[in-house]
Nanobody
């Protein structure tokens, strides 16, 4: 079982930037991809960006050109970052870090979420 802990959310003005971090612990060998999802009030959770163990990235159309996902592999942990620039109010929501096991098509491990609020 892998545990995920997010950090870096907060309140930022439109046009600003922030970086979210997600650190793993536990069974890191069971991860072949990690991603960032977000959920705004009254909306479904949506994938923002993902990165595979090989470094292949994928972005939602709404954040392409404004977001960069990256990762750092250390001995006992993987840290995934989401850098977001030129933030818009519609980027607001709770951002969740997720991990996917090699034997799964879905992200099955989730962090507790971190709130991002973009004000005008």
């Amino acid at each position: 079982q892998v545990q995920l802990v997010e950090s870096g959310g907060g309140l930022v003005q439109a046009g600003g930037s922030l970086r979210l971090s997600c650190a793993t612990s536990g069974s890191n060998f069971s991860i072949n991809a990690m991603g960032w999802y977000r959920q705004a009030p009254g909306k479904q959770r949506e994938l923002v960006a993902s990165i595979t163990s090989g470094g292949r990235t994928n972005y939602a159309d709404s954040v392409k050109g404004r977001a960069t996902i990256s990762k750092n592999n250390a001995k006992n942990t993987v840290t995934v970052y989401l850098q977001m620039n030129r933030l818009k109010p519609e980027d607001s929501g709770v951002y969740y870090c997720a991990a996917r096991a090699p034997w799964s098509a879905d992200f099955g491990s989730w962090g507790q979420g971190t709130q991002v609020t973009v004000s005008l």
